[in-house]
């Protein structure tokens, strides 16, 4: 494979996007921390710029993934508009919208809730019968995405931030451990679907009406199951994830493991919260929604005690 010889910085991303479209009116330039530059262009066109090697590779397979999804119905996704390749970067569509915070959601009503579960469900069931895994796996390694030194994967990385890390308090010990006990017996199995496995609502675009409307961010698509893509639905609340669950298991004919759709989402608070705790990252909003979500599931646990856990936005 021949790898681009020059990443764009700021400045080149800035010039080739003015190149691009001379005459556009507004051009936002986004940084999307060390891997990626985006340049949103008069709210129709976005331009991502990796900036290294890995951002390029997982660009390559994120390009792949759009193109085999531009039949989707069930939401609006970006589409491959150009690319080019040095400096790299791909033009999609740009998905209209807005954000809103998952603790948003769980203000909205019942019935809207459950449509936004039902939706989310539907998106990812068209994308997971979209993949055959026997064709999707020599790809990934072709391109070493599981390689990356950055793309650890799951079970490495919970064992190293779950499993092998000491949480502040004995209870919470015994109770990480015992979840990731549960995780391993559950969830640390063969692949059975190729996942946009970051389903929360930062990656998600909303109408006016605050009703789904778009998805974004296919950048981490990896390999799993049905349980570990939804699972960013308990983390909202228990009845968006069983609306979910019934919509997906209606759309496949297929049984999900309730138990280990819960041991995914309980999987990555436990590791954001041990995280955040390493690196003394107590005040970022990522430690307050685990703890906040923790505390929910096993409040024997105390989970952020004695820290300041206010102005949660509950934004994943």
């Known amino acids: 494979m021949n790898l681009p010889q020059n990443f764009a910085d700021i400045h080149t991303a800035r010039e080739a996007t003015q190149s691009l479209y001379p005459n556009a009116q507004n051009i936002t330039m986004i940084e999307h921390g060390y891997d990626n530059i985006v340049a949103l262009v008069d709210a129709s066109y976005a331009v991502r710029f990796p900036r290294n090697k890995n951002a390029y590779l997982r660009s390559l397979y994120e390009k792949r993934i759009l193109q085999r999804l531009e039949t989707t119905k069930t939401i609006i996704i970006p589409r491959i508009l150009g690319g080019h390749n040095d400096p790299p970067y791909i033009i999609t569509s740009f998905v209209p919208g807005h954000h809103i915070s998952s603790a948003s959601i769980q203000t909205l009503s019942k019935s809207h809730q459950h449509d936004f579960a039902e939706l989310v469900a539907q998106f990812a069931f068209a994308m997971h019968k979209t993949f055959v895994i026997n064709d999707e796996l020599p790809l990934r390694k072709e391109f070493g995405l599981d390689e990356l030194e950055e793309e650890e994967p799951w079970p490495i990385y919970y064992k190293r931030v779950v499993h092998d890390n000491d949480f502040p308090t ?37 109408n006016d009406d605050n009703h789904l409307i778009g998805i974004l961010d296919f950048g981490d698509t990896n390999v799993g199951t049905p349980e570990q893509e939804l699972r960013q639905l308990y983390r909202i609340n228990e009845d968006v994830m069983l609306a979910g669950v019934e919509e997906y298991q209606h759309l496949s004919g297929q049984q999900l493991n309730i138990e280990a759709l819960k041991a995914w989402a309980t999987m990555k608070e436990l590791a954001d919260y041990s995280k955040a705790l390493a690196v003394k990252n107590t005040s970022h909003n990522s430690f307050k929604r685990a703890s906040h979500n923790l505390n929910l599931w096993f409040p024997k646990g105390e989970w952020g005690k004695g820290y300041d856990l206010s102005e949660i936005e509950g934004y994943q």
């Open 170 to 206: 004995v209870i919470q010990d015994e109770i990480a451990k015992s979840c990731y006990a549960d995780w391993v017996k559950l969830c640390d199995v063969d692949p059975t679907v190729v996942v946009h496995d970051d389903l929360h609502s930062q990656n998600m675009m909303f």
